[in-house]
């Protein structure tokens, strides 16, 4: 369900820190990018390649030193429209604990809602839809340090779903998960969008950029290639040379290709693998 | 040394047994303020008689609230220790201050006098009292429904431009976070290595030294509490939360008839009590 | 110093509120000193360090988070009466800003200890000078109390706030918001 008009429009950024006495440190050069609605993109990269930085971005806690963002039609440098463009796009950052600020579930879910104005009497509901949306029905009274990392960090995604976002960025949301944890997020994940909001994740867990339907490479402040999962992966010497690596999966894959070239290496996930095998083991043919 | 690693994650402030009775239904704001202005009267009241009615009504109030009256006791018991010991002084050393009437006992500068002794005896009731009627008030009452009815209470202080539910987030944080902090100092405290004696020479460089060897869990306690700020500013300017702007309420505020006697009733007892001329 | 409860005050009052409780009811607001009392407290070093790092409204905050908590914990009559636990405690944050701003333009360094030392000597006398307008001690047992364990409380108060502040300074609090952000640094 994608529009012609994007989401999210950043226009040639460009960003720097000034860190200590005027000296500026530049992270992000000249990034064009637009997030379509209904998307699901991915935003890989190193450690210092800049992607951290652009998730802040989106919802203009930081404003681009040159260049625009653009945000539903608004430039996040327009101070008068900062509610609004946080209204539109809401971020899930990676500490679950530190962004939980009541002493009950509900509580926590309610302040977003408060703060945008939604009136006291459709609160309740849209806190509970919120809480089913994430798995957390019945945790209403639940206090914070009673919950496990995963709980936490999908009370802090409901507490941005309940203020319906166009869009939800995942900024390394799970890296301080576990397994588990992390798989409940990408599960959420996947039934956001399926209801249509727009994610972006920026991640260095390639479980969750197969998830995607896009993927946008990120090094030393510029994109150096971007496109679906499948087309990312395929460009494995690019992606080791800057430090990331390709899903375990596809390493099997190629593996198995090196001695039997029919066997395609072009796979990114375990179930591929699977069915690609079962391919030839009941005699048919690869795709 | 065991003690030590009792902050567990059910640190609260407080207990909380909810036993609906009515006493628990009662609306956070007004019990707040009755409560505050029956700590007022026991703190004025002087006499015996009156004491001994603030005593057997504190004491009725675990009745009433269906709490049993050992959590009250329990609060009490630690304090026995320093009770003795304070009364102990004030008999001793407060004869010269408080003179009057007959005097029971004179040695050297100890002067004891009824009014020494009375002051002594009301002094220990009112101590139990308080511990007992703010026990009451702790256990029937949820922190989340004390912070939003404290705010409901201070709702006035909006007209002189007092930021209301600025500091009730204030408070709501402080205690969201303090059983997270202690997860964390246990698990600082469970990584420390056992100190042995640290023997140094001279009071002062103790001081210094003793100070030191807590470094390592108070300074990382501290960083993380900075680290936590920080994340949190992010986290809710990212909700659209602005300090001032006006806001909805989640909690929808319900006072009923019943609420306003509570107040009206500890008022009249309150002011009763420390006036009514006892003979006692 | 820019007027009024901005969110950075709002959650750094929380926080060092959570602490300050968190003090009061663990042993680790206790530091065990060759003194009468046999023990220093920083139960009131969050307030300080408030006070010092955003001014005297959120000081006075975290002195009253303190004084509050440590009225509900008491078991000590003295304590449980609010004039003595609540009241001076309001002052610790303000009177430590106060000490930190007017020290700050010769040394930085001076200025932070200094905070702590008066902050925590504010502490003791309004604590003790309530006591004693209540009843609960006589002067002279008041001023003894003061000197042999007011001073090297305040020490200790001195070491603390300079430790924590400096080591906060220095990892990111002059970068602001984006101290967070470093990782690209």
Redesign the interface.
């Known amino acids: 369900m994608k529009s012609d008009q994007a989401l999210i429009q950043l226009n040639d950024v460009s960003f720097h ?1 000034i ?2 006495k005027k000296k500026e ?1 530049s ?1 992000l050069h000249h990034i064009s990018l637009n997030i379509f609605p209904g998307e699901y993109v991915a935003i890989i990269g190193h ?7 652009l998730s ?1 971005l989106f ?1 203009g ?2 404003k681009p030193s040159a260049g625009d963002v653009v945000v539903n039609g608004w430039n996040t440098k327009n101070s008068q429209l900062i ?1 609004d463009i ?2 539109q796009v ?2 899930v ?1 990676q ?1 679950p ?8 579930v ?2 926590d879910v ?11 009497e459709e ?2 509901s849209r ?1 509970n839809q919120a809480l089913r949306t994430v798995g957390l029905t019945g945790m209403n009274k639940r ?4 919950l496990s990392g995963g709980q936490k960090q999908r009370l ?1 995604i409901a ?2 779903i309940a ?1 319906k976002p166009k869009c939800i960025i995942f900024d390394e949301a799970t890296s301080m998960l576990d397994t588990y944890g992390r798989k409940e997020i990408v599960k959420v994940m996947r039934r956001l969008n399926n209801d249509g909001v727009a994610l972006v994740t920026v991640t260095h867990y390639m479980s969750e950029v197969v998830e995607a339907d896009r993927v946008i490479v990120i090094e030393k402040g510029k994109i150096i290639t971007q496109g679906t999962p499948r087309e990312v992966f395929r460009q494995k010497q690019l992606l080791q040379s800057i430090g990331l690596d390709v899903p375990i999966a596809n390493h099997v894959a190629e593996m198995v290709h090196q001695k039997y070239q029919p066997f395609s290496s072009n796979l990114i996930d375990a179930g591929e693998v699977v069915e690609e095998v079962k391919h030839f083991t009941t005699g048919g043919v690869s795709v | 040394m065991t003690s030590r690693f009792e902050l567990t994650r059910n640190i609260t402030i407080g207990q909380y047994i909810p036993t609906g009775s009515v006493i628990h239904q009662f609306e956070a704001s007004l019990k707040l303020l009755s409560f505050a202005i029956l700590v007022v009267g026991i703190a004025i009241c002087s006499s015996y008689t009156g004491n001994l009615i603030l005593l057997a009504f504190s004491i009725a109030l675990f009745g009433i609230a269906r709490i049993p009256i050992h959590y009250g006791i329990s609060g009490i018991k630690p304090a026995l220790p320093f009770m003795i010991i304070l009364s102990l002084m004030q008999l001793l050393f407060y004869g010269q201050a408080a003179q009057g009437e007959t005097t029971l006992f004179q040695f050297g500068f100890i002067l004891i006098t009824t009014s020494s002794v009375q002051l002594v005896i009301v002094s220990a009731m009112r101590f139990i009292e308080i511990i007992l009627v703010s026990s009451v008030l702790t256990l029937s009452t949820s922190t989340t429904e004390m912070t939003h009815g404290l705010e409901h209470l201070l709702k006035p202080l909006k007209y002189i431009k007092f930021p209301v539910y600025e500091f009730s987030l204030i408070i709501t944080i402080a205690i969201r976070f303090v059983p997270t902090f202690a997860m964390e100092m246990e698990k600082l405290m469970k990584a420390q290595a056992s100190r042995g004696a640290e023997f140094g020479t001279g009071k002062w460089w103790q001081i210094v030294r003793k100070t030191k060897d807590t470094f390592p869990l108070i300074i990382p306690l501290f960083s993380s509490a900075m680290e936590r700020a920080e994340d949190l500013i992010l986290a809710m300017e990212s909700r659209c939360y602005t300090p001032g702007l006006k806001r909805t309420s989640y909690r929808q505020y319900k006072i009923a008839l019943r609420d306003f006697l509570l107040l009206i009733i500890t008022t009249l007892f309150s002011i009763f009590i420390v006036f009514y001329k006892f003979t006692y | 110093m820019e007027k009024g409860l901005s969110v950075r005050r709002i959650v750094i009052a929380g926080v060092l509120g959570a602490i300050a409780i968190l003090l009061g009811v663990s042993r680790l607001g206790y530091i065990p000193v060759p003194t009468p009392a046999g023990n220093a407290t920083i139960m009131h070093v969050p307030a300080i360090i408030g006070g010092i790092i955003e001014g005297p409204i959120v000081g006075l905050i975290i002195g009253l988070i303190f004084g509050v908590s440590s009225f509900l914990d008491a078991t000590v009559p003295l304590f449980k009466d609010p004039l003595v636990s609540i009241f001076p405690r309001l002052f610790i944050g303000v009177i430590a800003f106060f000490v930190y701003f007017g020290f700050k333009r010769f040394n930085e360094y001076v200025a932070i200890g200094a905070a702590g030392f008066v902050g925590s000597m504010t502490n003791t006398i309004l604590v003790l000078g309530m006591a004693v307008i209540r009843g609960y001690f006589t002067l002279s047992v008041a001023l003894g109390v003061a000197i042999a364990n007011g001073i090297p409380e305040a020490i200790v108060a001195l070491i603390v706030t300079l430790a924590i502040v400096t080591s906060w300074k220095k990892i990111g609090g002059s970068i602001k918001k984006k101290s967070k952000i470093s990782e690209d640094i």
């Open positions: 820190y860190v200590e440190l992270v450690n210092g390649s800049g992607k951290s930085t802040k919802n806690i930081l509610r946080r209204q809401g971020i950052f500490n604990d530190n962004q939980l600020i009541a002493t009950t509900e509580d309610a302040f977003g809602l408060e703060n945008i104005l939604v009136p006291a609160m309740e806190i206090a914070p340090h009673h802090a507490g941005i203020m």
